[in-house]
């Protein structure tokens, strides 16, 4: 950053320098030493350079990087929003998706959960897929490992069993799990995970680390990526925005 900085800071402070000579007497440059004096006594004279010089970097450096979530949205529209593997719940035919990435010990999640309950319900329109991340040790991939069991087998039991498995207070352990699995009637899933699981945690943790996301809860829906806990307000003036510009396509 400091690297881009100075030389973009170089190259405006020498356009001035040559806009300035121009309407001034010839002034011979002999040495490298003379130019960087030069350059010097010009950023010193007209500190608005370099204040200039950083907005202008980070305007740059933000289009670029809008440029790059972008192609990276425009690339992984299946692997985000249409992965059959992946749990969801809301809409059947949504006009919008939420990748929502989530780990069972997540107390965030815990939190952000009920705001997303919420806004299924008040937009029928609205669809929500679970990316399960297990990043928070090896109950985390118990729990996964059971959720995306059952998902497959029995789907019409997940939503019971993940909120359950949300619901607890307190990190899971493996007797926990078992104990959700007994009272939701999925315990015969708990040795027997599905061969799929581990294809399709690995997909979802690629997604996590392509759009930088270093941690759970992470929404990605429209041309929006949100990571961590926000306000129900803000996540639903975001939904509204990320509709409206899909109708009118």
């Keep these: ?10 190259t405006i402070s020498a356009a001035l320098l040559a806009t300035q000579m121009a309407w001034a007497e010839p002034v011979k440059i002999d040495t490298k030493a003379e130019f960087n004096q030069m350059l010097k006594e ?33 690339d992984n529209q299946a692997a985000l929003f249409n992965n ?7 809409a059947e035919n949504p006009e919008l998706t939420i990748a929502y990435f989530t780990d069972f010990n997540c107390p965030y999640c815990k939190k952000i959960e ?49 909120k359950m498995l949300m619901s607890r207070p307190s990190r899971l352990d493996s ?3 078992a104990k959700v699995g007994k009272i939701t009637g999925t315990d015969e899933w708990l040795d027997n995970t599905a061969a799929s699981a581990e294809t399709t945690i690995e997909r979802s943790m690629t ?13 990605i829906f429209g041309d929006q990526i949100i990571g961590g806990l926000v306000p129900y307000s803000q996540l639903e003036k975001q939904v509204k925005a ?6 009118k396509q």
Excluded: C
């Design 84 to 90: 059959k593997m992946d749990p969801w719940m809301g």
């Design 114 to 162: 009920p705001l997303l309950d919420r806004l299924v319900e008040e937009y029928p329109e609205v669809r929500v897929v679970y990316k399960l991340v297990p990043i928070l040790g090896p109950s985390s991939k118990e729990a996964t490992d059971l959720a995306l069991t059952v998902w497959e087998n029995e789907p019409e039991k997940f939503a019971d069993l993940h």
């Design 42 to 74: 010009a950023l010193v004279n007209n500190p608005e350079i370099l204040k200039e010089a950083i907005i202008a970097l980070q305007a740059h450096e933000q289009n670029k990087v809008k440029a790059q979530q972008n192609q990276s949205l425009d």
């Design 242 to 247: 990320a509709l409206a510009a899909k109708r």
């Design 175 to 177: 007797g926990a799990i």
């Design 207 to 219: 997604l996590m680390r392509e759009f930088g996301l270093s941690g759970t809860p992470g929404l």
């Design 1 to 10: 950053m400091k690297t881009k900085l100075l030389a973009l800071s170089t």
